[in-house]
């Protein structure tokens, strides 16, 4: 089901699952946004919905609603 920007999200991995879902994962993000890994702690551009750190491999993920402050983006899992 499709809750528009009303979804809430408990953790990093329902993100991910909602934007892979929705067919968002690999879509450019309106504006990149250079985060901090949550894993890691190194820095790195995100540029699509679905954001992989280059040094640890942790996924990351922000709905499209969403992807306008870093502060939304969640983590989901090493390799997940």
Request: glycine share 10%.
């Given at each position: ?6 979804g ?44 992989h ?28």
């Open positions: 089901m499709h809750d528009g920007c009303a809430s999200f408990e953790n990093g991995q329902q993100v991910v699952d909602k934007v892979r879902m929705m067919g968002f994962s690999e879509q450019l993000m309106p504006m990149p946004l250079d985060i901090e890994c949550h894993g890691c702690k190194e820095t790195f551009t995100m540029e699509e919905f679905e954001g750190c280059p040094k640890c491999d942790m996924v990351h993920g922000v709905t499209p609603c969403h992807a306008f402050d870093p502060n939304n983006i969640m983590a989901a899992g090493i390799g997940y």
